[in-house]
T-cell receptor, first 111, second 111 residues
Framework: DVKVTQSSRYLVKRTGEKVFLECVQD?????MFWYRQDPGLGLRLIYF???????EKGDIPEGYSVSREKKERFSLILESASTNQTSMYLC??????????FGEGSWLTVV | GQNIDQPTEMTATEGAIVQINCTYQ??????LFWYQQHAGEAPTFLSY????GLEEKGRFSSFLSRSKGYSYLLLKELQMKDSASYLC????????????FGTGTLLAVQP
């Protein structure tokens, strides 16, 4: 079974703090993704990576950056958290057969 | 532009059959996915269609018509545990093959 693990399920951060969301997959997948999910807006792609040290902007990259130093780990970074970044963040990994599997999600509240 | 449309909410009765429709307009098409998402949890993969026709998997079936930009998810013998959001997602064209999600259909199964 594919396993995508997000290190933090629930976080509360203050405005202006730097936030790291970590994601690890154990299937040697090349493609990994970060989405955020908000009521009425669905899942929106923030960034994705198709290999180590490779990254591409998704649909809403502003205010975020990512890091892919190792194949199994894809990190999402909020350089200076703002209240409009309060959301559920989902990491995903794509199999060679193109199926995407999601992590459990990280609920971030910025106060 | 790119657009995926699904009904916002549906209600059905335990034991019945329900069909959740999805229409899409995307730049390129490389497959359509259905995901199930229970409240507070991550989406889980249900089905993948890349060719026209019906794919059956137990109580769930998914249909695709590429010429009409249309898909549906059919749930038979509904159970209370099927109450969830159902997300339609299209893999677009191009080198990156990004997955574009609809906003989801919230299905409530009633006794």
């Amino acid at each position: 079974d594919v396993k995508v693990t997000q290190s933090s399920r629930y976080l509360v951060k203050r405005t202006g703090e730097k936030v790291f969301l970590e994601c690890v997959q154990d299937m040697d997948h090349e493609n990994m993704f970060w989405y955020r999910q908000d009521p009425g807006l669905g899942l929106r792609l923030i960034y994705f990576s198709y290999d180590v040290k490779m990254k591409e902007k998704g649909d809403i990259p502003e205010g975020y950056s990512v890091s892919r130093e190792k194949k199994e780990r894809f990190s999402l970074i909020l350089e200076s958290a703002s209240t409009n970044q309060t959301s559920m963040y989902l990491c995903a990994s794509r199999t060679p057969l193109d199926t995407i599997y999601f992590g459990e999600g990280s609920w971030l509240t910025v106060v | 532009g790119q657009n995926i449309d699904q009904p916002t909410e549906m209600t059905a009765t335990e034991g019945a059959i329900v069909q959740i429709n999805c229409t899409y307009q995307t730049s390129g098409f490389n497959g359509l996915f259905w995901y199930q998402q229970h409240a507070g949890e991550a989406p889980t993969f249900l089905s993948y269609n890349v060719l026209d026709g019906l794919e059956e998997k137990g109580r769930f079936s998914s249909f695709l018509s590429r010429s009409k930009g249309y898909s549906y998810l059919l749930l038979k013998e509904l159970q209370m545990k099927d109450s969830a959001s159902y997300l339609c997602a299209v893999k677009g064209g191009g080198a990156t093959n990004k997955l574009i999600f609809g906003t989801g259909t919230l299905l409530a199964v009633q006794p």
